[in-house]
């Protein structure tokens, strides 16, 4: 056969996800942690490792580790359910509660893996857009759920790449008004300090998911969890693959979990950093930045995408969005080190001021 039939009709239009990521001297497009998990924790993940069977399958179910994230959670085994990463998990949601003839509501602008999965599964999507400074319509998300029709929703919060946190009481009234699936994304919570798990025994339509990307330092090894309750937990459990989650990275994992108390001081180092970061920004004129309870930044500018380039150029890389649907003229910052923030900073207040070389792609 010289030739071959077309793929999946979902597929036609769909772009591959590209998280553009170029060298560069200050990475900051991907929210990771900046530093690297410390060379003490590293140590006892390299003796773990000398002990970790190669020629064997891991635990499918990862069950030390899900002990261990169940107890710190205060809940049970059967409530946590560990993912190869955050997106796993996600797409997991889509293949258990979409589905042809099935419905997700999703609140634009936010994380595009979310529309992505439930196009690829033959999920209807509807739209409820926030609203111009990037909150939660409430009660346009209240009424379209009190419609009916609603399989399954995504609260992200705080919002990626936006920043802001959900109302804790939106979110309780959203999980009374209907009992479609309520996936609470807190892919930021260490950063945000703010959870819905208090209000997981009440709401069995409630599943909060979670990521060792960001706060631990681990985006590199792709492991993610959510906290539900043991009937939704079992309905994913059902359709992942089973032996997604291997066992280096589950040895990696219960070593970084087990020390999660001594990431708290560089936790804490972002977010006052994220503070100092929203300062210099209202420093610069012509850039308006949004509140933010994570470790990114959202800031409007004209000309984003030429603004981009020119900070490129001066070998900081952050995210662009400035053609993505609803953020027009917006780009996206992590919080890197204080060096890397300072950089920024000055490469922007720059660029924005003229003094920045134009970029040879337009010249
Ligand atoms: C980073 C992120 C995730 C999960 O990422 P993984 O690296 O796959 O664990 C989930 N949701 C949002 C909003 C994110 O930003």
Same mark, same amino acid.
């Given at each position: 056969?010289?030739?071959?039939?077309?793929?999946?009709?979902?597929?036609? +239009?769909?772009?591959? /996800?590209?998280?553009?990521?170029?060298?560069?001297?200050?990475?900051?497009?991907?929210?990771?942690?900046?530093?690297?998990?410390?060379?003490?924790?590293?140590?006892?993940?390299?003796?773990?490792?000398?002990?970790?069977?190669?020629?064997?399958?891991?635990?499918?179910?990862?069950?030390?580790?899900?002990?261990?994230?169940?107890?710190?959670?205060?809940?049970?085994?059967?409530?946590?359910?560990?993912?190869?990463?955050? $997106?796993?998990?996600?797409?997991?949601?889509?293949?258990?509660?979409?589905?042809? +003839?099935?419905?997700?509501?999703?609140?634009?602008?936010?994380?595009?893996?979310?529309?992505?999965?439930?196009?690829?599964?033959?999920?209807?999507?509807?739209?409820?857009?926030?609203?111009?400074?990037?909150?939660?319509?409430?009660?346009?998300?209240?009424?379209?759920?009190?419609?009916? +029709?609603?399989? /399954?929703?995504?609260?992200?919060?705080?919002?990626?790449?936006?920043?802001?946190?959900?109302?804790?009481?939106?979110?309780?009234?959203?999980?009374?008004?209907?009992?479609?699936?309520?996936?609470? $994304?807190?892919?930021?919570?260490?950063?945000?300090?703010?959870?819905?798990?208090?209000?997981?025994?009440?709401?069995?339509?409630?599943?909060?998911?979670?990521?060792?990307?960001?706060?631990?330092?681990?985006?590199?090894?792709?492991?993610?969890?959510?906290?539900?309750?043991?009937?939704?937990?079992?309905?994913?459990?059902?359709?992942?693959?089973?032996?997604?989650?291997?066992?280096?990275?589950?040895?990696?994992?219960?070593?970084? /979990?087990?020390?999660?108390?001594?990431?708290?001081?560089?936790?804490?180092?972002?977010?006052?950093?994220?503070?100092?970061?929203?300062?210099?920004?209202?420093?610069?004129?012509?850039?308006?930045?949004?509140?933010?309870?994570?470790?990114?930044?959202?800031?409007?500018?004209?000309?984003?995408?030429?603004?981009?380039?020119?900070?490129?150029?001066?070998?900081?890389?952050?995210?662009?969005?400035?053609?993505?649907?609803?953020?027009?003229?917006?780009?996206?910052?992590?919080?890197?080190?204080?060096?890397?923030?300072?950089?920024?900073?000055?490469?922007?207040? $720059?660029?924005?001021?003229?003094?920045?070389?134009?970029?040879?792609?337009?010249?």
């Amino acid at each position: 056969m010289r030739s071959v039939c077309e793929a999946a009709p979902q597929l036609a +239009g769909m772009q591959p /996800y590209d998280p553009k990521y170029l060298p560069a001297e200050a990475f900051l497009s991907a929210n990771e942690n900046p530093h690297d998990v410390e060379t003490e924790i590293r140590r006892e993940i390299m003796n773990t490792m000398r002990r970790v069977p190669l020629n064997r399958y891991p635990d499918p179910l990862a069950n030390d580790l899900r002990d261990m994230i169940a107890e710190a959670n205060g809940l049970d085994r059967d409530q946590v359910l560990v993912g190869n990463g955050g $997106d796993e998990l996600l797409f997991d949601l889509a293949l258990a509660w979409g589905g042809p +003839g099935r419905t997700f509501l999703n609140l634009p602008p936010t994380f595009s893996v979310y529309e992505s999965n439930a196009r690829l599964t033959n999920t209807a999507v509807v739209d409820v857009p926030r609203t111009s400074d990037y909150r939660i319509d409430e009660e346009a998300v209240l009424e379209r759920v009190g419609q009916g +029709g609603i399989d /399954y929703l995504i609260v992200t919060s705080p919002n990626n790449p936006t920043g802001e946190l959900a109302d804790e009481l939106f979110v309780v009234n959203l999980l009374e008004a209907t009992d479609a699936l309520v996936m609470v $994304d807190e892919a930021y919570f260490e950063f945000s300090r703010s959870t819905m798990r208090p209000y997981l025994q009440q709401h069995k339509n409630l599943v909060i998911l979670r990521t060792f990307s960001k706060a631990f330092s681990l985006a590199g090894v792709r492991m993610g969890y959510i906290l539900g309750d043991a009937e939704v937990i079992r309905e994913f459990v059902k359709v992942r693959q089973p032996y997604s989650v291997d066992a280096i990275s589950q040895a990696v994992a219960q070593v970084v /979990y087990s020390h999660r108390a001594s990431f708290e001081p560089g936790i804490r180092a972002i977010i006052e950093e994220r503070a100092r970061v929203v300062d210099g920004l209202k420093r610069i004129p012509g850039v308006r930045s949004y509140p933010s309870d994570a470790n990114y930044v959202l800031l409007h500018v004209e000309n984003a995408a030429i603004i981009w380039e020119m900070l490129y150029g001066r070998g900081i890389l952050v995210r662009d969005f400035s053609r993505a649907p609803y953020l027009d003229n917006c780009l996206r910052v992590s919080i890197g080190t204080p060096e890397e923030n300072d950089a920024f900073l000055r490469a922007l207040r $720059d660029a924005v001021m003229g003094k920045c070389d134009l970029p040879s792609s337009l010249t």
